[in-house]
């Protein structure tokens, strides 16, 4: 919106600025202008095609209108003129200065829309007319659903016509190396793509074999991948990108990691380790199929230079400061549902643009360790144990307080055979292989469990114990104790 000013000459080389008289000039654009100033003005106006220019690109709008302030009749009286101006005549030459070409404005070709005059000048709307306002809200209206259309079909014929989008269905299949992965999982991602999310987020405890799921499936989807581990000391320019010195005393644009891996998958591990929303702000446009304009320009020195954006879809023959993601990109991150409420929180304009998998513990924790130590030659496919394994029952008290996935057991289980070679984990440990399990027990579990509330520290504890065949009053029994009671809050 611009607020119009007239310059009435009164005599040969001398101008008046009457500030009583004021029109509005409203510009309609969608999408919407890239963020810039109160102070940043439209300039290069052709007032002939009615092309303009903004923070260095030519932009197309959608509508244009003339808002007259004043009743038409006002007059503005001088004795230097031969007669008074009426504000309708000031109204009639301004429009006439500013021609239109408002992009997918006409209804049909050839056809003028509501209110623009045959020489294509700027229509006019009374503002102190309540019928003229509404006519002017209705013309808006249907200019913003006319250019909503016409850009939908538009863009809809490029990708058509450059092959931008795959129909092909890809189906993830269940992965045997990942034992102990639910069926569900697989079903709820296969679902999400099916119905068109692009990016998927898998959370839930940790050690549940997320992080290798992530990378199965994107190895599925595509035949390259790119992954990174959040860190709370990412900024936006190390994902997206930022000037940067490149020697001599110049700085440029440099992409940031995503931007550079804008062609495949790009799985961001423990995302919720960094602050979420200020890293990929700039993607949130982005991610709801909008282009966003970045602050950086492709001439640092230049205020003129077009800025950096993103684009929703590639398009042909984009520019080098237009970055767009290709049909393979996809974000697949990671989130450990612990730490989830101790690190960055995602904000729900975020948070609804994936699809969100819990990937849980396996439901059956004896099965699950009996079918590994199968895989792993550590018992025979024939043998069973009588009843629940140590390694059972200290997974299982662990989960009862604080709920973690295989990957530390199978740590503790790994190091009880590097302690203990021979460890039947069928039956009950002797002494030897009881402080193998606890050796451990302190290096892979008791790190996961800080934090936890003392009588959750206390079950364990005994779980721990009587699994073990561990004395109550026994020196392990006390310093394992102890060392659960030092992490409890």
Not at 161 to 189: H, M
Not at 271 to 277: E, M, T
Not at 339 to 359: C, E, H, N, P
Request: with cysteine.
């Amino acid at each position: 919106m611009t607020r119009i000013v007239p310059a009435i000459k009164v005599s040969e080389g001398k101008f008046v600025f009457y500030e009583t008289w004021k029109w509005l000039l409203l510009h309609c654009f969608l999408p919407a202008l890239p963020i810039g100033s109160s102070g940043q003005l439209f300039d290069e106006f052709d007032e002939v095609t009615g092309k303009l220019t903004y923070m260095g690109h030519e932009q197309d709008y959608i509508a244009a209108a003339l808002i007259a302030l004043q009743e038409e009749d006002n007059k503005f009286v001088a004795a230097v003129l031969p007669r008074p101006i009426k504000y309708s005549e000031a109204t009639e030459a301004i429009s006439a200065l500013i021609h239109v070409a408002p992009a997918y404005a006409a209804p049909e070709a050839g056809e003028a829309w509501e209110g623009e005059n045959d020489a294509g000048c700027v229509p006019v709307y009374h503002g102190l007319d309540e019928k003229d306002r509404q006519r002017l809200m209705k013309d808006v209206g249907d200019a913003y659903v006319r250019a909503a259309v016409a850009m939908a079909a538009k863009a809809e014929a490029e990708e058509e016509a450059v092959g931008l989008t795959s129909t092909e269905s890809v189906e993830i299949p269940e992965f045997k190396e990942l034992i102990g992965i639910d069926p569900s999982v697989y079903r709820q991602i296969n679902a999400a793509l099916a119905a068109g999310k692009q990016h998927l987020m898998l959370y839930g405890p940790p050690g549940t074999g997320k992080t290798s799921l992530a990378q199965l499936v994107a190895g599925v989807l595509h035949d390259a991948y790119a992954m990174i581990t959040g860190s709370a000391d990412w900024s936006s320019q190390d994902v997206i990108g930022g000037y940067q010195p490149v020697g001599e005393g110049r700085v440029r644009f440099i992409p940031g990691v995503l931007l550079q891996n804008f062609d495949r998958p790009f799985i961001i591990d423990e995302l919720n380790r960094c602050d979420i929303d200020k890293v990929i702000g700039p993607l949130f446009t982005v991610l709801s199929e909008q282009k966003t304009t970045l602050p950086y320009r492709t001439d640092v020195g230049e205020e003129k230079s077009p800025a950096f954006v993103i684009l929703p879809k590639p398009k042909p023959g984009a520019e080098e400061h237009e970055f767009a993601p290709k049909p393979g990109w996809r974000i697949i991150a990671t989130i450990n549902s612990i730490d989830k409420a101790a690190l960055y929180q995602m904000s729900f304009a975020l948070t609804r643009r994936f699809g969100w998998i819990y990937v849980d513990v396996p439901s059956d924790l004896q099965n699950f360790l009996l079918a590994l130590m199968r895989k792993w030659n550590i018992v025979g496919e024939e043998s069973s144990p009588t009843g629940e394994m140590a390694l059972t029952r200290i997974w299982r008290a662990v989960n009862g307080v604080r709920v973690i996935g295989p990957a530390p057991i199978l740590d503790m289980l790994k190091t009880i055979l590097a302690i203990e070679g021979e460890t039947d984990f069928l039956h009950a440990p002797n002494n030897d292989q009881a402080t193998a399990y606890l050796d451990g027990f302190y290096m892979y579990v008791l790190p996961m469990l800080d934090g936890i509330l003392q009588n959750g520290a206390r079950e364990i504890a005994i779980a721990v114990r009587e699994a073990l065949g561990l004395a109550e009053d026994s020196e392990e029994s006390r310093a394992l104790a102890e060392h659960l009671a030092n992490l409890a809050v």
